[in-house]
Every structure is written in structure tokens, then in C-alpha cells.
């Protein structure tokens, strides 16, 4: 498919960007791999990687050792969970021709047993929608799935759309689905959430949706554009609150995070009312960039190209705040990466305050861990509070896992291998020579004594033979 509009724009975005990753893997020859610290103030378990390199998935010892492996038919895509009674959900790349980028797709959403027996192979995959970047095991063992949906570009300026902002006749706005496992292939989609039901456009008064995004902060703003292309939205994470019965979802090109109520019936969801909050389908909270809804000056923004935002768990350290690894891709004047850490304010009847000084806040973070001199990571990446209160770190785009104690310490450190060819995974002097495969999308620990671990065989594994 030839672009010839914006080919030169394009060209002048990847030049450097090329430039950008070889310097990666330039500085990344020779630099120590492996686990480089280990403290014992870092916290007990063991940690799920998925790398983009092959065909499997990881779960290594706090020594960097694997003690358990799965591999896989389909390359890996981003997402990896381990469940609680030990088999591994995960993303898995299907070739599409109409949702054709590299990197976010993965189309495939698999099951396998811990002994690697593929228990659920379902495909959200065709002409019109294509699941990508990230999954959310429920509770009940449904499953969320973010995914692309095709408008064409009659549908997209007949909604309001700016045709100057429409790129190879499509614009992809996102969807949340809600899928029940049906043996093993099939599914049953038992609610859905549409991003394209909640739009406000200045654009042109003749068509539907038209207003000021200052005025609807529950609306997404149909012509904001940070940049070209049909995947506006670039939904990048899915977290889910049992609680609250709420979504969390992750826009990156919006530099923002958005709340939705789960509550809905799947019609409620397509309006704005019903459900617990009484707003339907619109976005209750969000954060990161008041720009994007014009209720402030691109000064505002605090998240720069965000991912995993998600709500740390119960009973853990910070239970109830949202913590988001911001990646800083031109966070003023200069690029790095940060983990931080905000609590939403709240009415006493947990809805989120949406007028007043404090409206859409925090203002100030709750916790917060950078360094600039060493942390940055253009995409990919996340953050996990743990049981002891510190932070486990993934900057993903270089495979460097770290942990840190609530002051910043550094307590445990790892540089990934796995994932890389067998002459680098196999130096005996623990130095690399190529950076290839070693990135991820995040990486998990998981508690010795938690179930899905319970029984299991977590002996040091030589993948040398």
C-alpha cells in the first residue's frame, strides 16, 4: 500500500528512530547481562518474561535462573499472565492485512497448561477488528480484550472527523470485549465497550457528537491527534478492579489513562447512563494530559507515552492508587523514563471528583521513581508493587528488569538474556553481544507460596541442552 502523502513525514520520524535503536544495541555490546545484584532486601519469588526474541515464555529464580519454560507454535505478542492454577494466558501474533503495523498486533489469545498443553486457542482476528497489546484474566475467568475496530473514512468524517487527519482511507478507534472460553477454540462475548459511543468533535457542526471537549471531559476527542495514522488511539494496557467493577485503560497517543464502568449492561454501555455510576459507558476518570480535552496548555502534561497504568492490588503497599510506568518520550526537552505512583481523589461515595480545584487530580504524585542518567525506555515497560513495598521495574525496550525499595534503592538487578541467540544467551563471561530478543512488554513477580506455584518443580533448568 503506497503513502505517498506522508511518505517524507514518515521517512523523517523513522530516520531517527533508526539512529535511536542502534545506539541501543551499539551501547548494550559488551555491558554485563544477568542477574548483576541481588540483596536481601529484595523481595521472594519468581518472575514471569515473556521476550520478544523466539517462541517462550520465562519464569526465572531471583539468581536469573529459568525454573520453568513454555514454548510455543505462535510467536509471542506482548501479554503474559500466569493464573492462579498455574497455566499461562498470554497474547499470540495473527497476520492481518487490514491492521498491518509492527510490533502492538497480536490477533490470538491461548490458554496452556503448566505442562505446556494448549488448553484455549481463540482469534480475534478479521476484516474488521484485531485484538492487540493486552488481555485481563477476571475473577470468574472471563477474559478483557483491547482490540482495533475499522471505520472507513466515510464513517470517520461522517462522525466528525477532520478528512485532513484521516491516513490511508481508515481510522481504527478502540474496543474493550469481555470473552467467556467455550471449549477450546471458541468464546462468548458477553459484554462490549465501544471508544466511537463516546465522542465529541468542534470540527463540524453538521454532524453528530459536536461540542467543546472542555465542556465533556467524559467524551474522547474525536479530532486530537498527537500523531498521524489509523491507530489513533494506541491503547496499549487493560487493568480491571473487582472492587470497583471498573476498567482502567491506557491511551498513549492521548498521553492519558481512562476509568469506564464495567458495572453496564453492554446497552448501557453505548450511552450515558446505567450501570453503577449512573454514566453508562463514559469515561469517569482520566488523567495524564488535560490538553487532550483542551482544559489546560500541553504545560499540563505529566504522562509522556505511558504504559501498564494499573491499580495496585489489595493488601499490598498503596492498595487502592494507580501506579503507571511513564515513559517521557519528550518529557521536557529531554527523554526518560519514570514509575509513578497517584490516588485519584474520590467523593465519599468512590465516585471521582469531577469539578473544583482538585477536579481530575491528583496534582501531585503519591510516590515516584526516576533516574534519568539510567532508566529510560521509549515504549513498551511496566511496574508491579510487591508484598515487601518495593517496586519491581521493567524497561522493557532493553530487557534490564530491576527492583527498587520505596527510598529508590536499587536491590535487585537484572539484565535479561533470554530471548537472544544461543551465543549470547550462552557467554560464559555473562557479557552481551547483541541485543536482539531480549525486550518485553513487562515482566511479573509472583510469590513462592502463591498457588499457581504450589506443588511445582522450580529446580534451575539447563536450556543449554
Given amino acids: ?56 515464555t520465562f519464569l526465572i529464580d531471583l539468581d536469573g535462573n529459568v525454573v520453568h519454560s513454555w514454548t510455543t507454535e505462535r510467536k509471542p505478542s506482548q501479554a503474559a499472565y500466569l493464573l492462579e492454577d498455574g497455566s499461562l494466558l498470554r497474547t499470540a501474533k495473527i497476520p492481518s492485512k487490514t ?7 497480536a490477533g490470538g489469545i491461548q490458554r496452556f497448561s503448566w505442562d505446556g498443553e494448549l488448553l484455549w486457542d481463540y482469534v480475534v482476528a478479521d476484516d474488521h477488528k484485531l485484538s492487540h497489546h493486552d488481555i485481563e484474566p477476571m475473577p470468574d475467568g472471563n477474559v478483557l480484550v483491547v482490540a482495533w475496530e475499522l471505520k472507513s473514512r466515510d464513517e470517520a468524517t461522517a462522525a466528525g472527523r477532520d478528512p485532513a487527519k484521516i491516513e490511508n482511507n481508515a481510522l481504527w478507534p478502540e474496543m474493550v470485549m469481555e470473552i467467556k472460553p467455550v471449549g477450546k477454540t471458541g468464546g462468548e462475548i458477553v459484554w462490549e465497550w465501544h471508544l466511537w459511543d463516546h465522542l465529541v468533535q468542534s470540527f ?40 470497583l467493577d471498573q476498567i482502567l485503560l491506557c491511551g498513549r497517543t492521548f498521553d492519558e489513562i481512562w476509568i469506564i464502568d464495567h458495572s453496564t449492561t453492554t446497552a448501557e454501555a453505548s450511552g450515558d447512563s446505567g450501570g453503577r455510576y449512573g454514566q453508562g459507558g463514559d469515561i469517569l476518570y482520566r488523567w495524564g494530559n488535560p490538553f487532550a480535552w483542551f482544559a489546560g496548555s500541553p504545560f499540563d502534561q505529566v504522562l509522556f507515552g505511558q504504559h501498564d497504568p494499573h491499580w495496585i492490588p489489595p493488601e499490598l503497599p498503596g492498595a487502592g492508587n494507580i501506579l503507571v510506568f511513564n515513559n517521557g518520550s519528550d518529557r521536557d526537552q529531554r527523554s526518560y523514563s519514570t514509575v509513578d505512583e497517584l490516588t485519584p481523589p474520590k467523593n465519599q461515595d468512590g465516585t471521582y471528583l469531577r469539578s473544583g480545584p482538585d477536579a481530575f487530580g491528583p496534582k501531585q504524585l503519591t510516590w515516584q521513581f526516576k533516574d534519568p542518567d539510567k532508566l529510560y525506555s521509549q515504549r513498551v515497560s511496566g511496574a508491579q508493587r510487591l508484598p515487601n513495598g518495593n517496586t519491581l521495574i521493567c524497561s522493557g525496550e532493553t530487557g534490564y528488569v530491576f527492583e527498587v525499595d520505596p527510598d529508590g534503592t536499587v536491590v535487585w538487578d537484572y539484565r535479561n538474556t533470554l530471548g537472544a ?7 560464559k563471561d555473562g557479557t552481551s553481544t547483541s541485543l536482539g530478543g531480549v525486550a518485553m512488554f513487562r515482566a511479573t513477580r509472583y510469590a513462592p507460596d502463591c498457588s499457581a506455584l504450589t506443588g511445582r518443580d522450580l529446580t534451575p533448568k539447563d536450556l543449554t541442552r
Avoid at 422 to 427: G, L, S, Y
Wanted: one cysteine or more.
Fill in 204 to 243: 463540524d457542526k453538521s454532524r453528530p457528537n459536536f461540542g467543546q471537549s472542555a465542556d465533556h471531559p467524559e467524551l474522547i476527542d474525536l479530532n486530537y491527534v498527537d500523531r498521524p495514522g489509523a491507530d489513533w488511539i494506541h491503547m496499549n494496557s487493560i487493568d480491571y478492579n473487582s472492587q
Fill in 1 to 56: 500500500m503506497t503513502r505517498p502523502a506522508h511518505f517524507c513525514q514518515r521517512f523523517t520520524v523513522l530516520i531517527p528512530l533508526l539512529f535511536f535503536f542502534i545506539g541501543v544495541v551499539v551501547c548494550a555490546q559488551n555491558e554485563k547481562r544477568g542477574v548483576l545484584l541481588k540483596s536481601p532486601q529484595a523481595c521472594p519469588g519468581y518472575t514471569l518474561i515473556a521476550p520478544f526474541g523466539g517462541q517462550s
Fill in 421 to 427: 541467540t544461543p551465543a549470547h544467551r550462552n557467554a
Fill in 99 to 105: 491492521f498491518n503495523i509492527p510490533g502492538g498486533p
